[in-house]
């Protein structure tokens, strides 16, 4: 049984890594990304949406993706979900990257990145919570700044769960 659930982990793992490689070749060139900005502004308060259009548009694309798959298999999600879905990645926004951190931090795992927490790799180790912050003083629904914080880490947060699994999905 143990096998059955290492091979399922395993699994696991090795499709978020085939995302995660999709993604970072999308990212290379922000002016390739295409995200759905007018669709995500009418799922935000205004607060939020000032802080998603803060967001690099390869980040927002992410976003909007992951809302997406959310909402295709959980069309009844709360308000607060959906709009943490879309601002799950807005602490990188504090500090622009470059082409090749973006690569080089997109392949590090986030565990990894906590243990090396120097320049980019420290906005990637820490861009849940430093997500969170901003939003709340940007003034966004405190729910939504709390499921932004824990979407790497859900803790038993069924929210905050649905949150990383789409997200590693992506």
């Known amino acids: 049984m143990r096998s059955l659930t290492s091979a399922a982990r395993l699994a696991r793992k090795a499709r978020g890594y085939a995302g995660k490689v999709r993604r970072l070749a999308r990212s290379l060139r922000a002016r390739d990304a295409h995200p759905d900005d007018a669709w995500a502004i009418s799922l935000l308060t205004p607060a939020e949406a000032h802080v998603y259009l803060g967001m690099d548009p390869r980040d927002r694309e992410h976003a909007c993706r992951v809302t997406r798959h ?7 999600a709360a308000p607060e979900v959906v709009a943490a ?86």
Not at 95 to 111: Q, S, T
Not at 113 to 121: E, F, I, M, N, Y
């Open 70 to 76: 959310l909402l295709r298999d959980h069309p009844a």
């Open 85 to 170: 879905a879309l601002l799950h990645d807005c602490g990188k926004s504090i500090r622009p990257y470059h082409v090749a951190e973006r690569v080089l931090v997109g392949l590090v795992p986030n565990r990894l990145t906590r243990l090396l927490p120097v320049g980019a790799l420290s906005v990637r180790a820490y861009h849940p919570e430093l997500g969170a912050e901003l939003l709340a003083r940007a003034g966004a629904r405190p729910q939504v700044a709390r499921l932004v914080a824990r979407h790497h880490h859900p803790g038993g947060d069924p929210d905050a769960a649905l949150l990383h699994h789409y997200d590693d999905l992506e």
